[in-house]
């Protein structure tokens, strides 16, 4: 029984959806910053070299200017890992409320592009709100007694792609898949490179989706999967990526054409593997804070979103 | 690869000395179009307000990130462009109806447009770098002119005219030869892919529809029904 003493304000999950939001669309992560330096060094050809100094260059000024790193914000949306000790007061409708409320906030205090719009018609509420707008997905994780926002902004349509293995498809057909991807979206530089690689094997059809996107946007560059197969598969398809002589924006290049690639598995139907892509462009958009049941804030660097908890690993059914 | 810094309205003279791999900055008047706009010009038959061949004969493919903070009163924050190639059956008609001498957007288009159009006509199309440093483009923007067609198209796909001044780098992608700088790099890197697909097995089923000349197109554009101009 929740003790209403404790319970966050709406007006806290309002702020910290404002500040993730602002985090995404103006602070490239940590990580990622480093990880673009590393590249724009090791680049040896002129044209991609000039390109990475350029990427370099407009995150550093996105931050200083507080200005969106890219005009292309995505579609509003917010990942939610609620601990199991938090709670909040006007339960979740009222959570939901202060993230409508934080996304039209921001989006007109930052001139973001109002970005989402009806499929059909392409009414535009000016807001990047509107049916199913901000999308929220949720999580919960034991023995915590906060909640973290993490706001993804991610756009373009070019990158995905999702296909129906079957069970005598093994691993190397997902380094094909890959390879399909990057053919296909990657030579052109339509994926934005240098990307960020999410692969998402099992589960149901939207799950491998599902999966792929969260393993794109909400594990850190260098992160490995628990489970060493896993593991591995990762560094073989981030050798793959990086081992077709593709540089920024798709030029011939040494840099590299990603940063890394995360995969992300989920125990599939017994016939079938749907495996889903995902590669999150240059402009690699997370912003993540935390909300302690005090109602005080902490931004944080990487999101709690894969624990061992979250891929249910080792966790009983009773 | 030369730098160029070039005042709009461009020149032909200007625009047909440019090569691809060239980096370009522009100053003047660019004005913006996505789909929603070519359709609002090109099918349904309106005619734009400004005279586009003598005041701003460079267009972007963009939605700016831009806010209205009161009735008239804009503010820009990044200006990005966003996939061209998907324009090939607008960009040929536009740029020759209305004098456009350089169409900036992103990743280029098709090679045949190049050499089909926009080597005819004197235009070049110009890529914005990295395909995303829009907050480094946005402080290039020194002004909203106008906006038009704001009712009818939103905000966001409406007809921004900016004034723009050392707006870039942009690197030119097509040239008035038909040279296309994102071909040149695929071919370049090719052979790295075919490779890789030699050491890897087929899918078990195939999709309807899917190729097998994987590396034969340039684009994804290839496999949507794209014209091919020399085929007809």
């Known amino acids: 029984m929740l003790n209403p003493v404790n319970l966050i304000s709406e007006s806290s999950i309002e702020e910290a959806a404002y500040e993730a939001h602002r985090l995404a ?5 940590a990580d990622v910053q480093q990880a673009f330096h590393g590249m724009h060094e090791r680049e040896t050809h002129e044209l991609p070299k000039q390109v990475m100094a350029a990427i370099v260059e407009n995150m550093e000024v996105a931050e ?4 969106p790193i890219c005009a292309d914000v995505g579609v509003s949306r917010i990942y939610a890992v609620c601990g199991n000790e938090a709670g909040v007061a006007g339960g979740g409708i009222a959570f939901e409320r202060a993230v409508r409320r934080a996304t039209e906030r921001v989006t007109h205090d930052l001139a973001l592009r109002s970005n989402r719009c009806h499929p059909l018609n392409r009414t535009n509420p000016g807001n990047n709100l509107g049916v199913f707008s901000p999308n929220v997905e949720y999580r919960f994780e034991p023995d915590a007694d906060w909640i973290e926002i993490i706001a993804v902004h991610k756009g373009g349509a070019f990158g995905s792609d999702f296909r129906m293995m079957v069970d005598g498809d093994g691993a190397k057909a ?7 991807a990057i053919a296909e979206f990657g030579r052109r530089g339509l994926t934005c490179p240098p990307v960020l690689i999410g692969v998402g094997i099992g589960g149901t059809k939207d ?5 792929a996107k969260q393993a794109a946007v909400l594990r850190p560059i260098g992160d490995r999967h628990p489970e060493p197969e896993i593991a591995s598969l990762e560094d073989e398809l981030l050798d793959l990526a990086n081992s077709l002589g593709l540089g920024a924006m798709g030029y011939e290049g040494t840099g590299g054409y990603a940063t890394d690639v995360h995969v992300e ?3 599939t139907h017994s016939a079938l593997t749907p495996l889903g892509i995902h590669q999150i462009c240059q402009a690699c958009r997370r912003g993540v804070v935390r909300v302690h ?3 005080t804030l902490e931004r944080r660097e990487q999101p709690s979103w894969f624990t061992p908890y979250s891929r249910r690993l080792g966790v009983e059914v009773a | 690869m030369a730098t160029h810094r070039l005042s709009i309205p461009l020149t032909e003279e200007a ?3 440019l090569r691809i791999g060239d980096i370009v900055y522009l ?3 660019i004005h913006t179009g996505r789909g929603i706009y070519y359709d609002h010009v090109l099918t349904k038959g309106n005619k734009p307000p400004i005279d586009l061949a003598t005041e701003s004969n460079v267009q972007i493919h963009c939605a700016p990130a831009a806010v209205e903070d009161a009735p008239g009163k804009y503010r820009v924050s990044s200006v990005q462009a966003t996939a061209s190639f998907r324009y090939w059956k607008w960009v040929p008609d536009y740029i020759e109806q209305f004098g456009i001498r350089a169409v900036i957007g992103k990743a280029g288009m098709d090679k045949w447009v190049y050499e089909e159009s926009f080597a005819k006509n004197g235009t070049v199309f110009l890529t914005t770098v990295g395909y995303g440093v829009a907050a480094l483009y946005g402080r290039a923007i020194k002004n909203v002119d106008a906006v038009y067609w704001k009712e009818e198209l939103g905000l966001p796909e409406a007809l921004w005219i900016f004034d723009v001044e050392n707006l870039g780098p942009f690197i030119v992608d097509g040239d008035c030869t038909g040279a296309s700088l994102a071909a040149q790099e695929i071919e370049k890197i090719n052979p790295n892919f075919a490779a890789a697909y030699e050491k890897l097995p087929d899918f078990t089923l195939k999709r309807i529809g899917e190729i097998d000349d994987t590396l034969e197109h340039e684009v994804i554009v290839g496999r949507m029904g794209c014209p091919d101009p020399k085929a007809e």
């Open chain 1, 25 to 29: 669309a103006t602070t490239l992560p």
């Open chain 1, 64 to 67: 200083i200017d507080q200005r």
């Open chain 1, 174 to 180: 997902v380094h094909k898949g890959v390879l399909d």
């Open chain 1, 207 to 211: 799950q491998a989706f599902a999966i």
């Open chain 1, 265 to 267: 598995i989920a125990y």
């Open chain 1, 293 to 295: 049941k005090d109602g």
């Open chain 2, 15 to 17: 625009v047909r000395e």
């Open chain 2, 27 to 29: 100053d003047g008047k």
